[in-house]
């Protein structure tokens, strides 16, 4: 649609829906540099996805293309110059929430719990916490931990 001229500026397909990726505010770059710099202490730069898309489940790819803020490849694929990283070849995906928390927390989860990615992230600005998705049981994500900032404070 881009090619086009249809529309214009970043978007993701979700759920059959064009969502228009507004630009960051300083609360929410911030947050993104920070949390790319700590991640580069624990991986590999070339295993950090940033705003790039992901594959999703068969069963979604037709209606959702989603272009999570981080996602964290276990390893890097030569596969990946032809097509994107599935679900089961993530460690984790990571969305920071200030404007779109309900979307990713629900609509997002499920997205991500089908296309098998075994731990999914909300950094919600907001409420100042974490919620980390984990055990995938029938497309859907049964463990949820919530972490103040805190707790987060700690793990650092």
Not at 31 to 49: D, I, N
Not at 62 to 84: G, K, L, M, N
Not at 100 to 111: E, N, Q
Request: glycine residues 6%; proline residues 6%; charged residues 25%.
């Amino acid at each position: 649609m881009a090619d086009l001229g249809l529309v214009s500026g970043r978007y993701e397909l979700v759920d059959g829906d064009l969502i228009h990726k507004m630009g960051q505010n300083p609360p929410h770059a911030y947050t993104f540099t920070r949390l790319q710099a700590w991640l580069l202490t624990v991986f590999e730069a070339k295993q950090l996805r940033l705003q790039l898309p992901i594959e999703v489940a068969p069963q979604d790819q037709r209606r959702s293309e989603p272009e999570p803020d981080i996602a964290v490849v276990a390893e890097d694929r030569p596969q990946y110059q032809s097509r994107h990283p599935r679900g089961d070849e993530l460690l984790v995906v990571i969305e920071i929430a200030d404007t779109s928390t309900a979307f990713d927390l629900f609509v997002k989860a499920g997205l991500y719990a089908r296309a098998g990615v075994p731990e999914y992230w909300v950094l919600d600005l907001n409420r100042r916490a974490l919620f980390v998705h984990r055990q995938i049981e029938q497309s859907t994500y049964r463990g949820v931990k919530v972490l103040s900032d805190k707790d987060c404070a700690s793990l650092a």
